[in-house]
């Protein structure tokens, strides 16, 4: 019997952003007269004439015109009142209410948080008023709520909405003062939903759902329009940094559960907060032949961001295979992953830094991981899922002791600063992080 195995990634690097700053340094020229002799000095008759210099140019203020394309992560809390009616006589009507908001959970990694992608493209007007259309695309980690209910009719069950994914399609109005941009935004919003219905206890009138019966309905279509405002501000090397609220009111959705013999109308609205960073195509932030464009300096030697991301397919090919069970390779099967992460780093203290990786993820391994000696894809450590979902896999502090030796030059990199490090050091690592990010050297 024999087995095969075939593999390709690639990984692509997204962001990396280590140290963004503009500096000047002005010269002041300094004019020496030496006079050999005082003949000569007494026949000078006045002083010397000098050149004025010449006035200094004001920096042009940015033009936000143009292409961008950029990354956010939200936060979202919101509600969805339903109503439900039952087949059959003699069945009360039901109604309640679902909270939408999540703390986050450091264990799971589970929130009412978001990550997303958007493009964009703005027009600014010589008097700097800004009209743009914008897209984007989120992804949740956990947005959504869920309600049990009981009644003589339908026993005891529990109804859950839960947000797949969601988009919009936006205009924005703004008005830009130099490198600040303050806008309002409105229009289309949609998402894909899913819809879950568990019988808990009892039998429902005219319905099939026994005790323990689930009922999921997958992907499921909502529309609705959105509104909000925002600011966004611009930073070197083509970059902006974008803080946005918006609300959104999706329309009323119905869903019928035929084994609970139920249909559900329900709402929904959403509140979320939204940090995202921009980068703009034709957007200049430094000093350029066509351009005269100077952003602010900035002070970010303490701040880091980097971001990558992996794509990786695995096909299995067809062999022959006597045996065949539940943790066997299945042959002639192929399975994709999908990742993207954010680096996000902050100096806090001397030796002190924190990290956090929100982190988007899709896929799933060859034969659920199963049917060989080792896993076939480090990227399908994660619980495979056909829609990108949001997690947090990292978020730490990391504090180092320098003891002395050789120092070492450390050099900018995911989850690291730049700096320097004696060959002799104690690090201390608390919070959330994979123990092979310490111990495993491969």
Known sequence: ????????????????????????????????????????????????????????????????????????????????????????????????????????????????????????YDVMSAGRWLVGVKTDIAFPSFVGGNQSFSTAVTGTANYLERVEFSGDVLGRVGYAPGNWLFYATGGFAWSYDQFTRIQNAGFPAGGTAVPGTVENLYLKPRAGGAAGAGVELALPAHWTAQLEYLFTDYASRSVMFPAGAQKFDSDLMLNELRFGLNYRFNGDSSQSADKDVTPPALQTDNVAIHGQTTFLEQYAPPFRSPYTGSNSLIPNEGRETWDATIFLGLRLWSGAEFWVDPEIDQGFG?????????????????????????????????????????????????????????????VITIGKFGVTDIFDTN
Not at 34 to 42: K, M, N
Not at 72 to 77: D, E, F, I, T
Not at 392 to 408: H, K, N, S, W
Not at 411 to 418: M, P, Q, R, Y
């Open 366 to 426: 060859l034969s659920s991981t199963l049917g060989v000696a080792g896993f076939p894809s480090g990227e399908a450590y994660k619980v495979g899922e056909s829609v990108p979902y949001a997690r947090v896999p990292r978020a730490f502090i990391r504090q180092t002791i320098d003891l002395g030796g050789d120092v070492e030059k450390v050099d900018a990199d995911i989850d690291k600063f730049s700096g320097s490090q004696t060959a002799n050091r104690l």
């Open 1 to 120: 019997m024999s087995r095969a195995l075939l593999g390709v990634g690639v990984v692509g690097a997204w962001v990396a952003m280590r140290r963004l700053g503009v500096a000047g340094i002005g010269l002041a020229g300094i004019g020496l007269i030496v006079l050999a002799g005082s003949a000569q000095a007494a026949d000078l008759s006045g002083a010397l004439p000098t050149k004025a210099p010449p006035p200094a140019m004001p920096a042009a203020a940015y033009d936000w015109t143009g292409f961008y394309l950029g990354g956010h992560v939200g936060y979202a809390v919101g509600s969805s009142n339903w109503s439900a009616t039952q087949t059959g006589a003699g069945a009360p009507g039901l109604s309640g209410s679902l909270d939408f908001t999540n703390a986050y959970n450091f264990s799971t990694g589970e929130g009412s948080y978001l990550l997303g992608l958007q493009a964009g």
